[in-house]
């Protein structure tokens, strides 16, 4: 699995929270609201800006089949620009009004993967389904125990952990990330040992551990 993959993941999670994948979508959701570079760059494991960009311009040129980009055009601009020498990977931020469809049959393969890893869910769960498309896709666990909204903020929600993106639960006191274990308040603690870290470094000063996060 490489940024590609994780990148198509974290749209489909996002897609099926809103129960919107079978439904088109403008090109700038994706990197300006559903899986945004700030909140999601630890969880796509890619060093840099220009990273996630060229995974965004990729996806959105219809590679591995994820994704269909309406005008042809556009989408056959992309993939000329990604053949070039020196490809500019922000080239997809032209064209912010370009409709996006999901691939149904890969957005149901990457919700099983996500669910294979996830807490077991009860029976009444297992028949949420989103029947908008020709390609029902189950929806996920985290639709019935988390609350979805808009933020102000298009790049990180409320109800995210400011570390990892993580979605919090609202029905919890919740002191920690269940996803980083970074606390929701005070300064950035070591996993390991507990000592005060920054964002940005990969190791713990105090023990020499990894902090698990950029």
Not at 157 to 169: A, D, F, I, R, T
Not at 185 to 190: F, V
Request: negative net charge; glycine residues 6%; hydrophobic residues 35%.
């Amino acid at each position: 699995m490489d940024e590609l993959d994780r990148l198509f993941g974290l749209l489909v999670t996002a897609l099926a929270r809103e129960t919107r994948i079978a439904v088109p979508f403008p090109a700038a959701e994706v990197y300006e609201r559903l899986v945004p570079y700030r909140s999601n760059r630890s969880r796509l494991n890619v060093a840099t800006h220009q990273d996630y960009e060229m995974a965004v311009l990729r996806l959105l040129a219809g590679e591995r089949g994820y994704l269909q980009l309406e005008p042809d055009s556009v989408r056959e601009a992309m993939q000329r620009e990604i053949a070039t020498i020196n490809p500019d990977a922000a080239y997809f931020r032209s064209f912010p009004d370009a409709q996006v469809m999901v691939n149904g049959r890969a957005a149901e393969r990457a919700l099983k993967a996500d669910r294979a890893y996830a807490p077991p869910i009860d029976a009444d769960e297992e028949d949420l389904l989103d029947t908008t498309g020709e390609n029902p896709i189950p929806a996920p666990a985290s639709q019935a125990r988390f609350r979805v909204a808009r933020p102000p903020d298009p790049l990180l929600s409320e109800n995210q952990c400011e570390y990892c993106g993580g979605v919090l639960p609202l029905n919890r006191d919740v002191r920690f990330c269940p996803h980083c274990g970074q606390p929701r308040e005070g300064d950035l603690k070591c996993p390991a040992c507990g000592s005060a870290v920054d964002v940005g470094w990969a190791y713990c000063l105090s023990c020499g551990k990894p902090t698990g996060f950029e």
